[in-house]
């Protein structure tokens, strides 16, 4: 017997592609009838920078506001049976895929750094997919998808159709 449970985890850190899969999410709880697990991962490394916080407590409050912002922004007037809210210490892959272990479905965004990026940190994305218990679901982040396609249109208006010429 399948031990998991009517949940949709999402992963939710502020990001635009964030967003938009907290709004897939949600929109899928409630088509669903499940709950939502709202999942936000935080580090502290200690060191201080422009954007960094400034102790572990700070670093977990920030995440804590994050997503309750990101929550009252995406819910509305929306009506989700039941919202949990985990924020949790350590990588994002990692804290995800324990988040999901009785999941039905586990949703994040996609931020599309690229190959450079990935090689070098890593791929939240990719690492949930080879290793969760759940179907995964991975939009991509808004910007990046709008840019694809004005290239994608911008390279096909600017050549026309191969092998299609006039018929006299």
Same mark, same amino acid.
């Given at each position: 017997m399948d031990e998991r449970e009517h949940v949709i985890v999402c992963g939710v850190d502020g990001s635009p592609?964030?967003?938009?899969a907290l709004e897939w999410a949600i929109d899928e709880a409630v088509r669903r009838g499940c709950r939502l697990r709202a999942v936000t991962v935080w580090s502290w490394d200690g060191l201080e920078s422009g954007t960094a916080?400034?102790?572990?407590?700070?670093?977990?409050?920030?995440?804590?506001?994050v997503q309750q912002g990101e929550l009252d922004d995406m819910l509305g007037?929306? $009506?989700? @049976? %039941? !919202?949990?809210?985990?924020?949790?210490?350590?990588?994002?892959? +990692?804290?995800?895929?324990?988040?999901?272990?009785?999941?039905?479905?586990?949703?994040?965004?996609?931020h599309g750094h690229?190959?450079?990026?990935?090689?070098?940190?890593?791929?939240?994305?990719?690492?949930?997919?080879?290793?969760? $218990?759940? @179907? %995964? !679901?991975?939009?991509?982040?808004?910007?990046h998808a709008k840019r +694809?396609?004005?290239?994608?249109?911008?390279?096909?208006?600017?050549?026309?159709?191969?092998?299609i010429g006039p018929m006299f």
């Amino acid at each position: 017997m399948d031990e998991r449970e009517h949940v949709i985890v999402c992963g939710v850190d502020g990001s635009p592609a964030s967003r938009q899969a907290l709004e897939w999410a949600i929109d899928e709880a409630v088509r669903r009838g499940c709950r939502l697990r709202a999942v936000t991962v935080w580090s502290w490394d200690g060191l201080e920078s422009g954007t960094a916080t400034s102790s572990p407590q700070e670093a977990k409050r920030r995440a804590s506001e994050v997503q309750q912002g990101e929550l009252d922004d995406m819910l509305g007037d929306r $009506s989700v @049976p %039941v !919202v949990e809210k985990l924020v949790l210490e350590g990588r994002p892959s +990692e804290q995800l895929c324990t988040a999901a272990l009785d999941a039905e479905l586990l949703v994040l965004g996609s931020h599309g750094h690229g190959v450079v990026h990935d090689v070098l940190v890593g791929s939240t994305s990719q690492h949930v997919i080879r290793h969760t $218990s759940c @179907p %995964v !679901v991975i939009l991509p982040d808004p910007r990046h998808a709008k840019r +694809e396609l004005k290239r994608h249109h911008s390279k096909h208006r600017a050549s026309p159709p191969q092998g299609i010429g006039p018929m006299f």
